[in-house]
């Protein structure tokens, strides 16, 4: 059977994607646990996995191993890095490294580091092509600043102005440390909508607490209640679902999940 070609008369195609800040492995217990970390990314069940504070080589806090290639290697999925932070390691030893991770079932088939401007922490943008069948989507994956609104805004331009004509077709996700609504997010509402308010269906791990059902807040994981990890889409990508999972006590965020549909052919 011949197979219809990709284009707009096809169905669009489903992505799964969760966004996570790992705190470097380390759980709100304060123990560094890799292996719990690999078994709440793999319930998710994510086409692709978009990680912030990840530790290569970095230190103690994290017993000085590669995370995103453990990673990568325990949920035998693609990775693309993206480090914020890059210094030489003692003699002999291999980059300290830490920033943003792309993991993926779906190949990859380009990707680059982008620096976003500011002062104290480094930060990054792992930008990054993956094919679909039948399409191609554009994911960069982000960890915004703390020290200031001004530097978030001029970041949130960067983000913007990476996803330039030929990658119309695209996501920005991350922990941007503001709320959707936030002033200093308004240069990527001129390009992109919150994929939480797109969504069809939502659901977060509010449980009893009524009043904050929906709302999509991610951290503290403990007792979340704010909502600075998002996904923002490109129009003409549709949201299914958007939820908040259980972290497993992994992270000191919560991992939020959407379900995206795709243009074919794009």
């Known amino acids: 059977m011949t197979r219809p070609a990709p284009g707009p008369d096809q169905p669009p195609i489903p992505v799964r994607l969760v966004t996570f800040n790992t705190h470097h492995g380390v759980g709100d217990d304060r123990r560094h646990d890799l292996p719990r970390l690999a078994t709440v990314l793999a319930a998710a069940d994510a086409d692709v996995i978009c990680l912030q ?11 000085d191993v590669d995370q995103a290639v453990l990673l990568s290697r325990a949920l035998d999925m693609q990775l693309a890095w993206g480090p914020a932070i890059d210094e030489p390691g003692r003699a002999g030893s291999p980059r300290r490294q830490y920033g943003n991770a792309l993991l993926s079932r779906l ?3 380009v990707s680059d580091v982008h620096p976003l401007p500011g002062g104290g ?8 092509l993956v094919e679909l069948d039948g399409g191609a989507l554009w994911v960069t994956t982000t960890h915004l600043s703390t020290r200031s609104a001004a530097e978030r805004a001029e970041q949130a331009g960067l983000l913007r102005d990476l996803h330039t004509e030929p990658m119309a077709t695209g996501v920005v996700v991350g922990d941007f440390n503001a709320g959707p609504d936030a002033p200093e ?6 390009s992109f ?10 659901d977060d791990q509010a449980r ?11 951290h503290p994981a403990r007792s979340p209640h704010v909502r600075i990890d998002q996904v923002w889409v490109t129009p003409g990508i549709a949201v ?17 999940a959407v379900d995206l549909l795709v243009p074919s052919g794009v």
């Open 121 to 128: 922490e480094p930060r990054s943008a792992l930008r990054t």
């Open 53 to 63: 504070e990840v530790d290569s080589h970095f230190g103690e806090r994290s017993e």
């Open 240 to 256: 299914a679902g958007a939820r908040v999972l259980d972290g497993g006590g992994a992270s000191d965020h919560l991992p939020l």
């Open 208 to 218: 009893w607490r009524f009043w904050q059902r929906q709302e999509g807040l991610t």
């Open 185 to 190: 997010l308004a240069p990527l509402r001129e």
């Open 107 to 109: 190949p990859i088939l």
């Open 193 to 202: 909508a919150d994929a939480w308010t797109l969504a069809t269906e939502r």
